[in-house]
């Protein structure tokens, strides 16, 4: 057990003017307890998965819409995420307590939460108060709490249990932002709730940062910010306390006939968002490629993609071996490759070969033919006898080797993957296998499969073909499937 020791910052006007001791618990499995809240936290940002060995966060994390975090949540308790259920995603209070302020890109103690994006933006589960299509999310690149359209995609970081930070609302300190009317413009807030003009005063929570805005009207220019230090038509506002700021506007100047046209602005592209995805080559061995090119590899590898195009995988196994499935695939073609639509991160895509049966026969060689033997010269000729007909050599066919038998109609194959030291048996037998395996049954069979780990080891979970938990899993057979088990090492 470790126990990690900070200070964070004072979140809330509380009666107390001391900052409040964070003290983490590392529990073994991948989370933490804050032992001043009892929040305990999943130590990787969602999408990245925990390795036991190294004690760790591995892989990037994935990016989800607000309504897809809550989502998130309710999809780790459906999976006993970490042994545990009652995940939920954090209110902004709770996930702002992981701010660190003696640190930045990420503001946030990376030996308690590994591999925490520098600039990660993470989702809170508290709606904007002033628009319900906004949220409150944390910027852990400088630890500001700000509020940004529920559609945005932005990381997810998971909590559960603890002392609730909402009993603390009324403690919240908020802070009044007054901007000045000008002539010649209106100023506006990119988080909502200043739009001068019309409102020209809204209130903000402590350490938030309002980003300000200044439109011209026709026939008038920006000049100035007052209150605000920035030379462009743009400002940012920390709310350490009440502000005022204003906006100056000048009339734009006349432009003279005999001047050349002023050409517009130039149109700056917009880059192209990109996703990763990763391959996994699994059992005796192969190569997995990729169109458009980005992944090659024989073990682990990754590429990145244009956001929103298909990419097609192509499994390749090395001699002595055989394609047999895919595992995480969006959608396997005709031609057994694999189709992902890259439409976010896609992590662990699995290429699965084994053994063939048996290497090819040799081929016999052909025969050949005897020569002639001619006479020797000046030797007497015998009486000529009637030639035997020339018997011609029969060329030896080349046998060709029996291709491996393709699934009949009536029949399904059972694939099985083992992650970690273990092996798997089933019910019908032809299944009793280590890192992969494979077998023919009749459609419509049922297969029960067992895991059984190895020495140091133990069984986590199913993944795949309906099954899911620890209990042995009944595979029915209606076509053919693919079954992982997980095994970890006993801590």
Excluded at 376 to 400: E, G, S
Aim: glycine content about 8%.
């Amino acid at each position: 057990m470790f126990i990690f020791l900070r200070f964070l910052p004072l979140l809330v006007a509380l009666p107390w003017a001391m900052p409040v001791a964070a003290v983490f618990t590392d529990n073994g499995d991948g989370t933490v307890t804050d032992e001043a809240t009892g929040l305990m936290w999943d130590q990787c940002s969602w999408g990245q998965g925990w390795d036991y060995e190294l004690n760790t966060c591995r892989n990037r994390p994935s990016t989800h819409s607000w309504d897809q975090a809550l989502a998130v949540a309710a999809s780790a308790n459906s999976q006993v995420w970490r042994e545990y259920t009652g995940w939920r995603l954090p209110n902004a209070k709770e996930l702002e307590s992981l701010v660190d302020i003696s640190k930045n890109n990420p503001a946030i103690d990376t030996a308690v939460f590994p591999f925490t994006p520098a600039t990660g933006v993470y989702w809170s589960s508290t709606s904007f108060g002033g628009d319900p299509a906004r949220a409150w999310y944390v910027s852990f690149e400088t630890g500001s709490v700000l509020a940004n359209s529920k559609a945005t995609l932005l990381y997810v970081r998971l909590v559960r249990g603890g002392r609730s930070f909402a009993d603390f609302d009324a403690f919240l300190p908020a802070y009044t932002l007054t901007v000045t009317p000008s002539t010649g413009g209106v100023v506006t807030s990119e988080a909502g709730g200043i739009d001068c003009g019309v409102n020209c005063s809204a209130s903000f929570a402590s350490g938030s940062n309002v980003v300000l805005t200044a439109a011209p009207a026709a026939g008038y220019t920006f000049s100035s910010w007052s209150g605000c230090v920035s030379s462009s038509a743009s400002c940012s506002v920390t709310m350490n306390g009440d502000k005022t700021v204003s906006a100056t506007f000048v009339l734009a100047a006349s432009p003279s006939p005999t001047v050349a046209p002023t050409p517009g602005p130039t149109t700056v592209p917009t880059p192209i968002p990109a996703d990763d995805l990763w391959v996994m080559v699994v059992g005796n061995g192969g190569r997995v490629t990729s169109k458009p090119v980005g992944i090659d590899c024989g073990t682990v590898c990754a590429g990145q993609f244009t956001a929103g195009s298909p990419v097609y995988l192509t499994a390749t196994p090395k001699p002595g071996s055989v394609f047999v499935d895919w595992v995480n695939c969006d959608s396997i073609q005709p031609d057994k490759t694999c189709r992902m639509s890259m439409t976010g991160p896609k992590l662990q895509v699995i290429a699965l070969f084994r053994e063939a049966a048996g290497p090819a026969p040799t081929p016999a060689p052909s025969a050949t033919p005897m020569p002639t033997a001619t006479p020797a010269p000046n030797a007497t000729t015998a009486p000529t006898a009637t030639p035997a007909p020339t018997t011609q050599p029969v060329p030896v066919p080349t046998p060709t080797p029996s291709p491996t038998p393709a699934p009949t109609p009536n029949r399904a194959v059972l694939n099985v993957v083992t992650l970690g030291e273990g092996a798997v048996i089933g019910s019908a037998g032809g299944i009793e296998c280590g890192p992969v395996c494979s077998a023919s049954f009749d459609v419509g069979s049922a297969v029960t499969l067992t895991a059984v780990p190895a020495q140091g080891y133990r069984f986590k979970r199913w993944i795949g073909a309906g099954c899911a938990g620890k209990k042995p899993c009944t595979v029915k057979l209606t076509q053919s499937k693919t079954v992982t088990a997980k095994f970890i090492k006993k801590k």
